[in-house]
């Protein structure tokens, strides 16, 4: 059976599919001083804010600068980034803020969090908590239960697809659910069918079939 593969380059993995190799190297550090903004410790920053749909469960994946895609908007300073019912958003934007500590010699950067809702309507919405997957498994004490709803960070930076044809991109992928949905067999057949559908509203949105 073929396959879509697909690389995508990260802070700390690079990720394809069946496969994930850790590649603790600079190509990752440089990406993101080149890529996204590094913001000193003691710079305020306003948050951005992401508004998913209502009892949303599954992966996110935003592209972004890309000159088809729309125009983030900002309110009082924080950029409002509104996902879409398939988790699939393609943006101008060519920087995006996330919660990432990165250091370079002495010079320590962050990317400070950011701030999650699933909305029902433009008077009521739930936040949701970052959640980070090694803390459910290395003994870290934590306030959330392996079956509590939150936002896994899942990988940013540059990626590609080689099959049928050639698509580069920059994405930020996100995991809305909780640690037994991210650890479940369903997650990754859900990853392998999100790849090829996301690739393919990239190339539509590209005008390319």
């Known amino acids: 059976m073929r396959k879509l593969l697909t690389i995508t380059l990260s802070l700390v993995t690079f990720y394809s599919i069946g496969q994930k190799v850790d590649e603790r190297k600079n190509t990752g550090k440089e990406l993101v001083k080149k890529q996204f903004r590094t913001l000193n410790l003691n710079q305020p920053k306003k948050k951005d804010i992401y508004e998913l749909p209502i009892n949303f469960r599954g992966i996110v994946e935003i592209f972004y600068s890309e ?16 996902i ?15 919660s990432y500590d990165v250091k370079d010699g002495d010079q320590e950067y962050r990317y400070i969090p950011n701030i999650y809702y699933q909305v029902r309507s433009r008077t009521e919405r ?9 803390e459910f498994e290395n003994g870290t004490e934590s306030k959330y239960s392996k079956d509590d709803i939150g936002i896994f ?5 540059s990626g590609v697809t080689y099959y ?10 996100l995991f809305v ?6 650890t479940s067999d369903k997650y ?3 990853y392998i ?5 996301s690739v393919n509203k990239l190339k539509k949105c590209r005008g390319r079939k």
């Open 84 to 98: 879409p019912t398939d988790g699939i958003l393609i943006i101008k934007n060519d920087k995006l803020d996330v």
């Open 153 to 157: 960070h899942q990988g940013f930076g």
């Open 126 to 134: 739930t936040e949701l908590p970052e959640l980070v997957k090694e």
């Open 164 to 173: 049928p044809d050639t698509v580069s991109y920059y994405t930020y992928t």
């Open 188 to 190: 990754q057949s859900e």
């Open 193 to 197: 069918k999100m790849s090829k559908e």
């Open 177 to 182: 659910g909780s640690y037994n949905d991210l």
């Open 67 to 82: 000159a088809c895609g729309q125009k983030v908007t900002k309110k009082k300073g924080s950029k409002i980034i509104q």
